[in-house]
C-alpha cells in the first residue's frame, strides 16, 4: 500500500519532466553503421575502439537508464573484475595523486601512447579547494575523507570506483581506469590518498 | 598591429592558466572555500579581458581576411576543368548563390544523394565541377600555423554571407529528418577507452570541464553556443578553423578514432546540432579563444 502510493507520488513528477528518450534502435543501427563506414584510425586511435563492450551496449540501448536488475548483474560483474594490489596496500602518496589528477593527457589520437595516461580527475570534479578551474560533470570530492573517514572498508571502495566507476553505477559517465588500463595500480594508490589521507588538502 | 595585439592576449591567456571560459555561475558554494572563490574571479578577469578584446576584434574580425580570399577563389575559374564555383556551384539557393546559404544547411543535395554542410557542399563542388581530387583536398584538410586550405577560405566566405541570419536547417525534409536522427544516435554513442559519447560533456546543462561551460546541443540555446562563432579565427595558433574541424576535435577529445573528412557521420552530427539551433540568429564567422 505505502509503496504503490509511493510508486505513484513518484511517478507523476517524472510524467511531467521529459527524460531523455532511450535509443531509437533503426537510427542506431543506422548511426553504428554510419560509424564504421566513416571512421579511420589515426595514432593511437585503432577504429575497433567504435565496438562497444557490454556495458556500453546496455547504456547505449537504454539511453543509459537500464532495467535495475539488469544493471544490477552487470554492476556485480564489473566488481568482480577489480583487481586490488597483491600486498592489499590501497593507499599512496596524496602529492602524486594531486598531479595525476592534474593531467588529462592520455589517450587521444593526439597523445603519445608511450606516455603514461593521466587521472582526468579536474576535468569534471573539485577536489583540492585551493585548484579553481575543476569542472562539474562529476560530484565535488572536496572532504571526501574527512566526511567518510578512511577506513579498509572506504579504502576499498575508492579504489574500486576508480578502477571501475561502473561497478556502483552502471551507466555512470566516469571512465573505469584500471579497466581501460589507463592507470595501474600505483596512480590508483596515490589517488586514493588525495582523497582520503588525513594530510591531503581534500580533508584540510 | 592586429598580430601584436593578439600575440599579447594569447600571453595573459596562457599566464592565466587557462584559455577555458569561467562559469558563468560560481563555484558550488561550501564552506572554508575562499580560495577558490578569489581564483576564479582572477580567471574572470581574463575572461572579461577577452570578451572585450573580442567586442573590439569583431569590428575588424580576422576572419574577413579568409572571406576575402575565399571571395577570390569563389569567383575564380580553377582546378583542372578552369570552372568557378560561382558559375557552377548550388549551395541550395541556386548556382552561384551564396547569400544565406550557410544558415540554410546541411540540406539534402539530389545531384550528390546525400545530406551536406556547407564544408562538404563545397567540396563536392570543388570535386564535380572544377575537377580537383578529392583525396587531395582531404589529405590537408584543416588550417595549421603555416597552411590554410582553400576549402577553409570558402567556407569562410559563405558562412559571411549568412551574418546576421536565422538558422534555417530544412527538417520538414524527410532525409534531413533521417540525417537528424541519426546524429542524435552517433551523439548519444558511448564507446571507447573511457565509455564517452558526445552527450557525455553536450548532453546536459550547466556542466563544465575544468572552466570551460559545455553547451548541451540538445537544446535550442545549446546548439547555437555550438554553432556560433564557426568557422572562427582561433587564438590559440593564429589559424582559420571550420566546424567539420572542432568535430573532428570533439571525437579525439571523445578518444574515438578520426571520423573521415566531408563524411555522412560528420554531416549527419552538424544536422543534428545545427538543427536544433533553428531559428535562432547565426553571427556569422567569428573569434575563438
Keep these: 500500500?505505502?509503496?504503490?502510493?509511493?510508486?505513484?507520488?513518484?511517478?507523476?513528477?517524472?510524467?511531467?519532466?521529459?527524460?531523455?528518450?532511450?535509443?531509437?534502435?533503426?537510427?542506431?543501427?543506422?548511426?553504428?553503421?554510419?560509424?564504421?563506414?566513416?571512421?579511420?584510425?589515426?595514432?593511437?586511435?585503432?577504429?575497433?575502439?567504435?565496438?562497444?563492450?557490454?556495458?556500453?551496449?546496455?547504456?547505449?540501448?537504454?539511453?543509459?537508464?537500464?532495467?535495475?536488475?539488469?544493471?544490477?548483474?552487470?554492476?556485480?560483474?564489473?566488481?568482480?573484475?577489480?583487481?586490488?594490489?597483491?600486498?592489499?596496500?590501497?593507499?599512496?602518496?596524496?602529492?602524486?595523486?594531486?598531479?595525476l589528477a592534474q593531467s588529462g593527457r592520455g589517450f587521444t589520437w593526439t597523445d603519445d601512447p608511450g606516455l603514461p595516461v593521466g587521472g582526468n580527475c579536474y576535468n569534471c570534479h573539485q577536489?583540492?579547494?585551493?585548484?579553481?578551474?575543476?569542472?562539474?560533470?562529476?560530484?565535488?570530492?572536496?572532504?571526501?575523507?574527512?566526511?567518510?573517514?578512511?577506513?579498509?572498508?572506504?579504502?576499498?571502495?575508492?579504489?574500486?570506483?576508480?578502477?571501475?566507476?561502473?561497478?556502483?553505477?552502471?551507466?555512470?559517465?566516469?571512465?573505469?581506469?584500471?579497466?581501460?588500463?589507463?592507470?595501474?595500480?600505483?596512480?590508483?594508490?596515490?589517488?586514493?590518498?588525495?582523497?582520503?589521507?588525513?594530510?591531503?588538502?581534500?580533508?584540510? | 598591429m592586429k598580430r601584436s595585439l593578439i600575440g599579447a592576449l594569447c600571453v595573459m591567456a596562457v599566464a592565466g592558466g587557462t584559455f577555458a571560459q569561467a562559469p558563468k555561475k560560481p563555484a558550488p558554494k561550501a564552506p572554508a572555500q575562499v580560495a577558490p572563490v578569489e581564483a576564479a574571479e582572477a580567471k574572470d578577469a581574463a575572461t572579461l579581458e577577452f570578451e572585450k578584446f573580442r567586442a573590439e576584434m569583431e569590428e575588424s574580425n580576422p576572419a574577413e581576411l579568409f572571406e576575402m580570399k575565399g571571395e577570390e577563389q569563389w569567383k575564380t575559374r580553377r582546378g583542372p576543368k578552369n570552372v568557378s564555383l560561382a558559375e557552377s556551384c548550388d549551395l541550395g539557393q541556386g548556382v552561384g548563390k551564396v547569400e544565406g546559404a550557410y544558415v540554410r544547411m546541411p540540406r539534402y543535395f539530389a545531384d550528390a544523394d546525400a545530406v551536406m554542410d556547407a564544408e562538404r557542399r563545397i567540396v563536392w563542388c570543388m570535386v564535380e565541377k572544377q575537377g580537383f581530387k578529392f583525396a587531395d583536398i582531404a589529405a590537408r584538410p584543416f588550417a595549421n600555423e603555416n597552411f590554410t586550405p582553400d576549402i577553409t577560405n570558402l567556407v569562410t566566405y559563405v558562412a559571411g554571407h549568412s551574418r546576421n541570419m536565422k538558422i534555417a536547417v530544412p527538417l520538414d525534409d524527410p532525409k534531413v529528418r533521417e540525417a537528424w536522427e541519426i546524429g542524435k544516435e552517433i551523439a548519444a554513442y558511448r564507446a571507447g577507452p573511457y565509455d564517452f559519447s558526445c552527450n557525455t560533456c553536450h548532453g546536459s546543462d550547466n556542466k563544465r570541464i575544468r572552466m570551460q561551460n559545455l553547451p548541451n546541443i540538445s537544446t535550442p540555446r545549446g546548439a547555437l553556443m555550438g554553432v556560433q562563432g564557426w568557422p572562427g579565427y582561433r587564438m590559440t595558433g593564429g589559424v582559420m578553423l571550420t566546424h567539420q574541424w572542432r568535430m573532428g576535435d570533439c571525437f579525439r577529445q571523445q578518444r574515438f578514432p578520426q571520423p573521415k573528412y566531408a563524411s555522412d557521420a560528420v554531416a549527419d552530427l552538424l544536422t543534428y546540432m545545427i538543427g536544433n539551433a533553428n531559428g535562432q540568429v547565426y553571427k556569422g564567422p567569428g573569434i575563438k579563444r
Design chain 1, 1 to 99: 500500500m505505502t509503496k504503490t502510493l509511493l510508486l505513484a507520488a513518484m511517478a507523476a513528477p517524472l510524467l511531467t519532466v521529459a527524460l531523455p528518450a532511450a535509443a531509437d534502435p533503426a537510427h542506431r543501427a543506422q548511426a553504428i553503421a554510419i560509424l564504421k563506414k566513416d571512421f579511420q584510425p589515426r595514432g593511437q586511435a585503432s577504429l575497433d575502439r567504435l565496438a562497444e563492450d557490454g556495458v556500453q551496449t546496455v547504456c547505449n540501448r537504454t539511453g543509459n537508464k537500464p532495467p535495475e536488475q539488469i544493471a544490477k548483474r552487470l554492476e556485480e560483474d564489473q566488481l568482480a573484475d577489480v583487481k586490488y594490489p597483491a600486498d592489499g596496500k590501497l593507499m599512496g602518496d596524496w602529492k602524486e595523486g594531486e598531479k
Design chain 1, 127 to 204: 577536489i583540492d579547494p585551493k585548484e579553481a578551474a575543476f569542472g562539474t560533470v562529476g560530484p565535488s570530492l572536496y572532504r571526501f575523507g574527512k566526511l567518510r573517514g578512511n577506513t579498509p572498508e572506504m579504502q576499498k571502495y575508492a579504489y574500486s570506483k576508480i578502477y571501475n566507476a561502473k561497478a556502483y553505477n552502471l551507466c555512470s559517465e566516469m571512465p573505469r581506469f584500471g579497466h581501460a588500463g589507463a592507470l595501474g595500480e600505483k596512480q590508483i594508490r596515490h589517488l586514493v590518498a588525495l582523497l582520503l589521507d588525513p594530510d591531503s588538502p581534500v580533508n584540510k
